[in-house]
């Protein structure tokens, strides 16, 4: 599995973009970049993923460098229930393999 | 549509007692999963299941047992509770096809052992 480097923790205002970067450097042809958030005392939520193109959703958008060794997770106008842990993963199948993520605190 | 769904919410238990944690899915999902998240770290994948009767070792299986006599349900046994085990265990599902891993998580038990 790609191993992926995040901060430990960000912080952002209310009403602004929040931008989370992730490195993955060993990222291999086929294996898609995956960002869950995990909100205290719930369990984790499906975010968005990408595989070579910038991808939107409802939620986030995520822009994916050229070369795919890094990945920006952004949360267009962040609210105080954004405030949550923010994992990147790159996994092709099977279970996910969570690391410690992003704490990002949203202060208003 | 209730997603995926795991009771307890809690549970205490002594050392050496047993007891099961119920999951359930109403999606039709084929692949189901187990993780423990120990306090401020990630999730480690304990045991999946690809479909009924297929059951596979994740990274940390020692001290649980699983089963999947259904599509829909997936326990999780632990026979002799010890404080190692003392966390937080999640489970989760996801529709087949192959690439793609998006996965549902449940709300969580949260399991303390003494």
Redesign the interface.
């Known amino acids: 599995d790609a191993k992926t480097t995040q901060p430990t923790s960000m912080d952002c205002a209310e009403g602004r973009a929040a931008n989370l970067p992730c490195n993955h450097s060993t990222i291999s042809g ?1 294996e ?1 970049v ?1 960002w869950y958030r995990q909100i205290h ?6 975010i968005i ?1 990408g595989l070579k193109n910038n991808e939107t959703n409802e939620m986030a958008s995520l822009i994916i460098t050229e070369d795919r060794k890094s990945s920006t997770l952004i949360l267009p106008h962040a609210t105080l229930r954004d405030t949550a842990v923010y ?1 990147c993963i790159v ?11 992003t704490h990002l605190i949203i202060q208003p | 549509n209730a997603g ?1 769904t795991q009771t307890p919410k809690f549970r205490i238990l002594k050392i050496g007692q047993s007891m099961t944690l119920q999951c359930t899915q109403d999606m039709n999902h084929n692949y189901m ?1 187990w ?1 423990r998240q120990d306090p ?6 304990i045991y ?1 299941s690809v479909g009924a009767g297929i059951t596979d070792k ?2 940390v299986p020692n001290g649980y047992n699983v089963s999947r006599s259904t599509t829909e349900d997936f326990p999780l046994r632990l026979e002799l509770a010890a404080p190692s085990q003392t966390s937080v265990y ?1 489970c ?1 599902s996801r529709p087949p096809g ?11 038990t949260r399991l303390s052992v003494l």
């Open positions: 086929n898609y995956y005392s719930q369990g984790p939520q499906y993923h994992y996994r092709g199948a099977d279970g996910l393999t969570f690391g410690k993520g | 995926v999963y993780y401020g770290m990630g999730l480690k994948l999946y994740g990274e999640f989760a192959t690439g793609v891993n998006i996965q549902y998580f449940g709300a969580g």
